[in-house]
């Protein structure tokens, strides 16, 4: 299988898309996507971020805040917004043009458990079982602690943001999760830009000062006390003083040295991540002596188009798809987790597979109308003609749909025992194809951090003064992270630093 690296960034629509170390090609706008699945989450979303997005100019900088936020994704915005609600006075820096990082590229949902809106679904789920299902997913390797904070406090994270204006309303199933639990926009469209969209908005609305084209190039500390920031603004070094600080600066799934030097067996598979994703904040927290955990722990997504790096949202699946290989069978249960599908593919011999899905499906995953403008799903008005479409057995194409489909009306998947996700059954043209194989999604490693989202030293003692949320921290996927719970632990962490960093600032200042 061809693999290689790509990161890739939603501009907002002023900006240029660009790519980076892709193989046997010097041209980006071949190898360029429009938004890595931000742009799956609505019209508008491709650009990373709406029209109505407003940065503050670099003139309005001061030189001290109350709450200095390094990066402006979803943590970062969640915890500006936070401060701000606690009576601080936050800024975000983020060195890229535009805001949202990896979280514009999140295609799925939000998990939480025992939300009002399941309630009102009908759905049973209580935070026990989101806590067993994650432990499991993370090979019973999960921050115990970290875990238990996160799933006690998603159900009011879905609340905090439904008050701001960003409700996610449409439950469906993630791989890993016994029951329905990944929250979406009620029209179904991917979590990401949407959410960047809102979080935009409520800071703007906050009069949140957020600076872009700003790299902080180092976290500055004094008698033990982190007080501020070195930046590069422009080209012009500056010094911004903070009562406290707190970095949401992702992970470091763009950064092929990193990778190679924590995963090695990774060289050249392709990334679904951001170009933003270098690991930065790791390094800075790191120089000050913080303790990391897990940095080998790298999640490979199962379905990502592999010229791009372009992630098919695991909703596709979640939804009812089916997996199968070049002979047109099943190989293996869709809704594994995202480690045990990645596997399952790798191991086939051309390490490649197609998901297979009808028209009603695409109706339900809004998703997949990006995926059709993007050329990479395959169509037939028959099984038959897919079939033709993908060079396939049409025979084996056939017999394997209508297995599918006896299996969803007798809820009883006797091949790969699949009990998630079979609601629908696949018998509604035109039907269609996407090609897929694994690719680099997730560092689960980071800084670590308590409950508090105070960041530890090597002694497990917290560094005075600094926060830390996001991808940028480990130990709460363990070995594996299970589908949904990205956004969630963003938004729950993030939340967290911008309550704790205030609280801290508040008192010390």
């Not at 900006?15 to 609505?42: F, H, I, Y």
């Not at 490649?352 to 037939?380: C, N, P, T, W």
Request: net charge negative; with cysteine.
């Amino acid at each position: 299988m061809k693999k290689f690296i790509c990161s890739l960034l939603a501009f907002s629509s002023a900006m240029a898309l660009s790519a980076c170390g892709v193989a046997s090609s010097d041209n980006a706008e071949d190898n360029a996507q429009s938004s890595g699945q931000a742009t799956e989450a609505s019209t508008d979303a491709a650009s990373g971020a709406s029209e109505q997005e407003e940065y503050t100019d670099p003139s309005e900088l001061e030189n001290k805040y109350d709450v200095v936020i390094v990066g402006a994704g979803g943590a970062g915005m969640a915890a500006a917004i936070q401060a701000k609600e606690e009576g601080a006075n936050p800024v975000i820096l983020e060195k890229l043009p535009v805001a949202g990082g990896n979280t514009t590229k999140s295609s799925g949902g939000m998990n939480a458990s025992e939300t009002k809106f399941q309630e009102e679904s009908d759905i049973e789920d209580s935070n026990d079982t989101f806590y067993d299902d994650t432990l499991e997913g993370g090979q019973e390797t999960n921050d115990k602690k970290l875990l238990r904070y996160f799933v006690d406090h998603s159900a009011d994270a879905i609340d905090w943001l439904d008050n701001m204006g960003i409700t996610l309303n449409n439950i469906s199933y993630s791989g890993g999760a016994s029951v329905q639990r990944i929250h979406r926009p009620e029209d179904g469209a991917a979590v990401g830009g949407y959410l960047v969209d809102g979080l935009l908005r409520n800071v703007n609305e906050n009069e949140i000062p957020i600076f872009v084209n700003t790299d902080v190039t180092n976290i500055n500390e004094e008698n033990g006390q982190v007080d501020g920031v070195e930046i590069d603004m422009d080209g012009d070094s500056q010094t911004i003083d903070a009562g406290a600080v707190a970095v949401t600066t992702g992970g470091y799934g763009a950064n092929e040295e990193m990778i190679e030097e924590n995963r090695p067996d990774l060289e050249g598979y392709v990334s679904t991540n951001s170009e933003g994703s270098t690991g930065d904040g790791i390094k800075m927290i790191e120089e000050l002596g913080g303790q990391t955990v897990d940095m080998d722990q790298i999640q490979v997504h199962p379905t990502v188009i592999q010229k791009d790096g372009t992630l098919i949202s695991e909703t596709v699946r979640g939804e009812g798809a089916i997996l199968v290989n070049q002979e047109g069978e099943r190989f293996f249960n869709e809704m594994e987790t995202r480690d045990k599908v990645s596997e399952a593919i790798t191991d086939l011999p051309e390490e490649e597979a197609y998901l297979i899905f009808d028209d009603a499906l695409a109706d339900r995953a809004k998703q997949v109308d990006f995926y059709k403008e993007q050329g990479v799903v395959e169509s037939g008005d028959s099984i038959e003609e897919l079939a033709q479409e993908i060079n396939i057995s049409e025979d084996q194409l056939k017999e394997t749909l209508d297995n599918w489909n006896e299996a969803v009306d007798k809820e009883d998947d006797q091949d790969f025992e699949r009990e998630t996700a079979m609601d629908y059954d696949l018998t509604d043209s035109p039907f269609y194809a996407i090609k897929i194989a694994p690719g680099i999604h997730h560092t689960m490693g980071g800084v670590k951090i308590n409950t508090d989202t105070e960041v530890l030293d090597e002694d497990d003692q917290a560094i005075s003064g600094l926060y830390a949320a996001g991808e940028l921290t480990g130990g709460l996927h363990g070995n594996n992270r299970i589908g949904g719970n990205a956004v969630a632990d963003i938004i729950i962490f993030g939340r967290q630093a911008g309550t704790q960093a205030t609280k801290f600032a508040q008192e010390n200042n």
